[in-house]
T-cell receptor, first 113, second 115 residues
């Protein structure tokens, strides 16, 4: 069975600073995908970034990058130059063979002006 | 391109009453998911459809929950009768199984309150 662990229930970060959100995962399947989603207070889940288990390079999407350390089974999200609009819940998730997503418990990020 | 549409956005009912949620996925997406999100938790899968077929309903409480996806497009999730513990957000998502990494697109959710 797969499992996602997010150990930071909440984080406060000064505007314009970089922030790292932690995520570790557990699976015995060699083929998997790792996702990060943002959930603002309005409730919708917004896709941010994806990393495949066989991808050699860390994924990047604009201000988002994924620090993928396969041996440590970690997939931390890095947000550079944080903005007030980044305040939201952030979920790490894993998918096996393109099937259901298994989510962590999330991290509530608050950006301080 | 329109996103995943869900209705209603909010629903308040008394316990033991029935309730239904509707989802219209992104056009062309053959896979549809219903997730349950309790307060302070990540979403958990209830059921996954590939076209009209429910391929994973192992987490669906079948004594009170039912779902259908007629013609492989829209889907309805029903609870009958509702219990206090069913208060949560019900999220619908869709994806195209032929996509590179099967990214799931989520709707805004239906927030259910059972009194």
């Amino acid at each position: 069975a797969q499992k996602i662990t997010q150990t930071q229930p909440g984080m406060f970060v000064q505007e314009k600073e970089a922030v790292t959100l932690d995520c570790t995962y557990d699976t015995s399947d060699p083929s998997y995908g790792l996702f990060w989603y943002k959930q603002p207070s309005s409730g919708e889940m917004i896709f941010l970034i994806y990393q495949g288990s066989y991808d050699q390079q860390n994924a990047t999407e604009g201000r988002y990058s994924l620090n993928f350390q396969k041996a440590r089974k970690s997939a931390n999200l890095v947000i550079s130059a944080s903005q007030l609009g980044d305040s939201a819940m952030y979920f790490c998730a894993m998918s096996l063979r393109g099937e259901k997503l298994t989510f962590g418990t999330g991290t509530r990020l608050t950006i301080i002006p | 391109e329109a996103g995943v549409v869900q209705s209603p956005r909010y629903k308040i009912i008394e316990k033991k009453q029935p309730v239904a949620f509707w989802c219209n996925p992104i056009s062309g997406h053959n896979t549809l998911y219903w997730y349950l999100q309790n307060l302070g938790q990540g979403p958990e899968l209830l059921i996954r459809y590939e076209n009209e077929e429910a391929v994973d309903d192992s987490q669906l409480p079948k004594d009170r929950f039912s779902a259908e996806r007629l013609k492989g497009v829209d889907s309805t999730l029903k609870i009958q009768p509702a219990e206090l513990g069913d208060s949560a957000v019900y999220l619908c998502a869709s994806s195209f199984s032929g996509a590179h990494y099967n990214e799931q697109f989520f709707g805004p959710g239906t927030r259910l309150t059972v009194l």
